[in-house]
């Protein structure tokens, strides 16, 4: 692949394969030139039912995508199929309301979908493949002429985009191959991804006591007869710091070098992840509801996104969304893991009217099993490795799909830069 030479009077893109490194420049059209909008006929609230057996999904604004939650018969599916416009397979279906421009090719499989909601441009592929027309559609801004925002697209608005494309089939077979294969590799790294996670909520589920039972259903081989769980609460075994947010109106306290964190600076998933990004001087930590948490203390969120924690590694404040917990000779990171097992009766703690959340009251009395040290340590150890594998399978996910946006940049025409 190589760099397209500059030419302001051409229509090229910056990346080209070497053997159409001659060819002639790219179209600049029309979507209209392609072939005209069409949609399925309409079908009425009373001919659909959501039963499932009742026969072929339909496809909703909602529901595309996904999984259909209502169903027409087979009867008016094969009715409307024939008499009326239907997609054929490998055309590409869009979204025209709700989230413009989601895409889903079409397979064949028996479906039908929402009239004016969800449309297709009809191609006999004459001049484009479908192929390269699915990734020319993800380089397209649904918007209107003056960039304005799409509430809905017409079909007068998807006939008259504007479109550039390679005269050469070939040219375009080439570039859909190279798409396709790395949407290929990042769909298999996604599913590791998605392994991983799985595999982690397993594990959370499986290697802490379930409700009623004071052993796990899985431990580790070294520790099957050591005997069970000792009894204990979070209270006997711990200190808790609270939390609080200093004035915003004293610019002098948020110009320090202590760094203060809210609930949407935890990750959802991970224990290990903390992003900072503001600090306080210690004349804010003096005169304002913040107190230092300590280290190896867990940043538990006890409103505003319960369920969320992480453990610190350095001293650190928070804001009152947090009751922060230091325990005393048990692993941390075991007692992070545990209560991430535990999400949903944190969760279920919840109180207060405007604000769902809990009390250092309430999170006290929760009741907790422990193991020995040692085996407290060789579960936090085992978890960690997985949260590990599973950051280093994120990054390759989020690697992958910035390397498919670069390459979306410069195998196609930057139009702002294409005289029209």
Not at 4 to 30: G, H
Not at 378 to 403: C, N, P, T, W
Request: net charge neutral.
């Amino acid at each position: 692949m190589r760099m397209s030479k500059d030419n302001k009077d051409k229509i090229l893109p910056r990346l080209r394969f070497p053997e159409f490194m001659k060819d002639t420049v790219w179209n600049a059209d029309k979507l209209g030139v392609i072939g005209e909008p069409l949609m399925c006929k309409r079908i009425f609230k009373e001919e659909t039912t959501n039963n499932s057996s009742n026969g072929v999904p339909f496809y909703k604004i909602g529901t595309f995508g996904g999984l259909a939650d209502s169903f027409i018969s087979e009867e008016t599916y094969k009715k409307y199929k024939i008499k009326y416009a239907f997609p054929k397979i490998g055309e590409i279906l869009i979204s025209a309301s709700g989230t413009i421009g989601r895409l889903v090719v079409y397979d064949g499989s028996p479906a039908y979908f929402q009239d004016s909601n969800i449309v297709w441009i009809g191609n006999d592929e004459t001049l484009m493949l479908n192929k390269f027309l699915f990734y020319c559609y993800s380089t397209l801004k649904w918007q209107t002429s003056d960039g304005g925002v799409i509430s809905r697209l017409y079909n007068s608005d998807l006939r008259n985009m504007k479109i550039h494309f390679p005269q050469s089939k070939k040219e375009q077979q080439k570039i859909a191959a190279c798409l396709s294969s790395l949407d290929d590799i990042i769909t298999a790294e996604t599913q590791k991804l998605e392994i991983l996670q799985a595999h982690k909520k397993g594990l959370l589920q499986n290697l802490f006591p379930a409700e009623g039972e004071t052993v796990p259903r899985l431990r580790f081989q070294e520790f099957e007869d050591n005997g069970e769980w000792e009894d204990t609460s979070l209270g006997e075994i711990g200190n808790f710091t609270g939390g609080g947010t200093p004035s915003r109106d004293i610019e002098s306290f948020w110009t320090g070098d202590i760094p203060w964190i809210s609930s949407s600076d935890i990750d959802e998933e991970s224990i290990h992840l903390i992003k900072i990004s503001r600090f306080i001087s210690n004349e804010a930590l003096q005169k304002s509801a913040t107190k230092l948490v300590p280290v190896n203390s867990i940043l538990l969120v006890s409103r505003v996104g319960v369920g969320k924690l992480a453990v610190s590694k350095n001293q650190i404040c928070t804001s009152q969304d947090f009751t922060s917990f230091t325990p005393q000779k048990s692993d941390v990171f075991f007692i992070a893991y545990y209560l991430k097992s535990k999400t949903s009766v944190l969760i279920g703690y919840s109180q207060g009217m405007a604000i769902k959340g809990f009390t250092k009251d309430d999170i006290s009395k929760f009741c907790i099993y422990l193991p020995s040290i040692t085996e407290q340590q060789k579960i936090a150890s085992s978890l960690s490795s997985l949260d590990e594998m599973i950051l280093s399978q994120k990054q390759k996910v989020g690697f992958l799909k910035l390397h498919k946006k670069g390459l979306l940049q410069g195998l196609f025409p930057n139009t702002s830069e294409i005289n029209t």
